[in-house]
């Protein structure tokens, strides 16, 4: 049963690589989303070594013809099922550091970033989970998507100047069928014990990035994220059902130095201040407006009454005071007030 499964896989990758991934003539358009779905799941996974003995045993390539590699033609079908709208397909990492299981550890190990695959990247303890994108954007965080980056890359960092900061994503699709792959890889890393949970992580990050519709609209705007499930309601539900079937493990993290820088920018003063001004008076364009307006009158108000009290101690000096009592009323406030004059003369 092994071999017949197996064969039907290697048929169908190379019947792929024949019409660009786009269809196999011996099936209809509808099913081939199905089949990849199907064989992306971790319990219907085959030993990756059968699948390349079976593939270099049926190998029949011309010599003319380019060579053609089982885990390329796999990771190629399987990576649609994560990003189908990219026409920026990465190409497949040759260099494992471990044996590769099966294909759904292909596409686990090759969807993360360069250093990661290497295991060059630092690990450390995430003790707090990242503020929301709502919460970041009103500390003063860009936001931006980077489409050529893989999909676990993500950094922060300073854009220019001591305040700003810029977090850096790249772009993911989302729908009933990325859930599947998501609940499965993260299965496959809780399960194996030589799995760093990677994905598991991201996919927390994600969670906590991601509180409400709101979230998942700013993320669409940027265009980090795009889903096919009708509304931004359903894909914030989506990412916080599958962070709930799982227990996080925060000791491994490889996104811990973007967690706690991004943490420790929010909770710096001018984050704190800038977030609680952007939160309650300028929520929207309404209430931006409302907010200038009422210090523009503030304002009025104010030169208002220095202009009132300027023509107050100028009706004071033409009166006939004692002269002690002139110095002492009028002379201390004269020199202020004209010094504010000759400033907006200036000005």
Same mark, same amino acid.
């Given at each position: 049963m092994m071999l017949i499964d197996a064969s039907f896989i290697i048929q169908l990758l190379r019947d792929l690589s024949?019409?660009?991934?786009? !269809?196999?003539?011996?099936?209809?358009?509808?099913?081939?989303?199905?089949?990849?779905?199907?064989?992306?799941?971790?319990?219907?996974?085959?030993?990756?070594?059968?699948?390349?003995?079976?593939?270099?045993?049926? =190998?029949?390539?011309?010599?003319? !013809?380019?060579?053609?590699?089982?885990?390329?033609?796999?990771?190629?079908?399987?990576?649609?099922?994560?990003?189908?709208?990219?026409?920026?397909?990465?190409?497949?990492?040759?260099?494992?550091?471990?044996?590769?299981?099966?294909?759904?550890?292909?596409?686990?190990?090759?969807?993360?970033?360069?250093?990661?695959?290497?295991?060059?990247?630092?690990?450390?303890?995430?003790?707090?989970?990242?503020?929301?994108?709502?919460?970041?954007?009103?500390?003063?965080?860009?936001?931006?998507?980077?489409?050529?980056?893989?999909?676990?890359?993500?950094?922060?960092?300073?854009?220019?100047?001591?305040?700003?900061?810029?977090?850096?994503?790249?772009?993911?699709?989302?729908?009933?069928?990325?859930?599947?792959?998501?609940?499965?890889?993260?299965?496959?890393?809780?399960?194996?014990?030589?799995? =760093?949970?990677?994905?598991?992580?991201?996919?927390?990050?994600?969670?906590?990035?991601?509180?409400?519709? =709101?979230?998942?609209?700013?993320?669409?705007?940027?265009?980090?994220?795009h889903h096919s499930l009708g509304n931004d309601e359903r894909v914030a539900d989506l990412i916080n059902d599958i962070a709930k079937e799982i227990t996080p493990d925060m000791n491994e993290s490889y996104l811990y130095k973007v967690v706690n820088e991004a943490n420790k920018y929010f909770d710096t003063m001018y984050g704190r201040t800038r977030a609680s001004i952007v939160r309650n008076y300028l929520t929207s364009w309404t209430v931006g407006i409302s907010t200038v307006g009422a210090l523009l009158a503030l304002y009025f108000t104010f030169i208002q009454t220095i202009c009132g009290f300027a023509d107050a101690l100028k009706a004071l000096e033409d009166k006939k005071f004692s002269a002690i009592f002139r110095k002492a009323l009028i002379l201390p406030f004269r020199d202020t007030v004209s010094a504010v004059f000759d400033t907006d003369e200036e000005t």
């Open positions: 024949h019409n660009q991934f786009k !269809q196999v003539p011996s099936l209809s358009r509808w099913m081939l989303p199905t089949i990849r779905r199907e064989l992306i799941m971790l319990e219907n996974q085959l030993p990756l070594f059968v699948l390349n003995k079976l593939f270099e045993l049926t =190998n029949n390539s011309r010599p003319d !013809q380019p060579s053609t590699n089982l885990n390329d033609l796999a990771f190629r079908f399987f990576y649609r099922l994560l990003q189908s709208d990219s026409s920026h397909i990465p190409e497949c990492y040759q260099a494992y550091k471990f044996e590769i299981e099966h294909v759904l550890d292909l596409l686990r190990y090759n969807i993360r970033p360069p250093n990661v695959k290497g295991e060059e990247v630092s690990r450390g303890i995430q003790k707090q989970m990242i503020h929301s994108a709502t919460e970041l954007k009103d500390a003063g965080v860009k936001i931006k998507v980077d489409e050529d980056r893989e999909l676990l890359d993500i950094t922060f960092g300073r854009k220019w100047g001591v305040l700003t900061r810029e977090l850096t994503i790249p772009r993911v699709h989302i729908s009933d069928h990325r859930g599947t792959v998501f609940r499965n890889i993260v299965a496959f890393e809780k399960c194996h014990k030589r799995c =760093n949970p990677d994905v598991t992580t991201y996919l927390f990050f994600f969670n906590r990035l991601i509180n409400s519709a =709101n979230d998942v609209a700013l993320l669409h705007g940027k265009g980090i994220l």
